[in-house]
Structures are given as C-alpha cells and as structure tokens.
Nanobody, 115 residues
Framework: QVLLVESGGGLVQAGGSLRLSCVTS????????TGWYRQAPGKERELVET???????NSADSVKGRFTISKDNAKKTVDLEMNRLNPEDTAVYYC?????????WGKGTLVTIFS
C-alpha cells in the first residue's frame, strides 16, 4: 500500500501564492511519474503538472509560467509552487504517483482563490 498525503491548501486572494506538498510512503526510486491533478466543482479531474523520475515535466497550458513542480527523492516529496493564483484555480488538488503499472492518489487538499 502506497500512501500519498497532501498539505498546503487554503484560502488565498487572487494574485497570491501557495505551495502544496505531497509526501509519499514509497521510496522514490526506479521509473515513475508523479505530480498534481485538480478537480473543480462540477468538473472532471484534470492534469496540473507532473514530473518524471528523470526530471521531465508536463503541465497544463493554464498553469504554464505560474506553477512549478519539484521533487525531493530523499524526502519523498513532490511540491507544487503556485503563483499568480486566480479564482479559476479553485479546486481540490490531488497528488498522484504512477509506477509499475499502478496508480496511487492522495485524498486531496482544497485550494480556494477569492477575488
């Protein structure tokens, strides 16, 4: 069983910043993809940004230039730095890990942006 635990969500005014963090119970070795997805009220879950074990990133067009993903293998964490937030970023943000044909999800952390 792999556990992913998110933290860092909250209520922020538009234009502000937040840093989300996800800690995993699995030692981050081998080939994997990890990152963040989000689900806004009434919408499908969507990719925000991911990073591979090799360091390659993939991000949604809507967050390019505003969000930055990073990982620390020693700490078993993957973080998401979010800047210039706007109300459209309001969602539950989920940490994700894909490895060895398995997919794992955290329970999510709520991010609410008000104008």
């Amino acid at each position: 069983q792999v556990l992913l635990v998110e933290s860092g969500g909250g209520l922020v005014q538009a234009g502000g910043s937040l840093r989300l963090s996800c800690v995993t119970s699995r030692i981050m070795v081998g080939v994997y993809v990890t990152g963040w997805y989000r689900q806004a009220p009434g919408k499908e879950r969507e990719l925000v940004e991911t990073i591979t074990s090799g360091g390659s990133t993939n991000s949604a067009d809507s967050v390019k230039g505003r969000f930055t993903i990073s990982k620390d293998n020693a700490k078993k964490t993957v973080d998401l730095e979010m800047n210039r937030l706007n109300p459209e970023d309001t969602a539950v943000y989920y940490c994700n890990l894909r490895q060895y044909g398995m997919t794992y999800w955290g329970k999510g952390t709520l991010v609410t942006i008000f104008s």
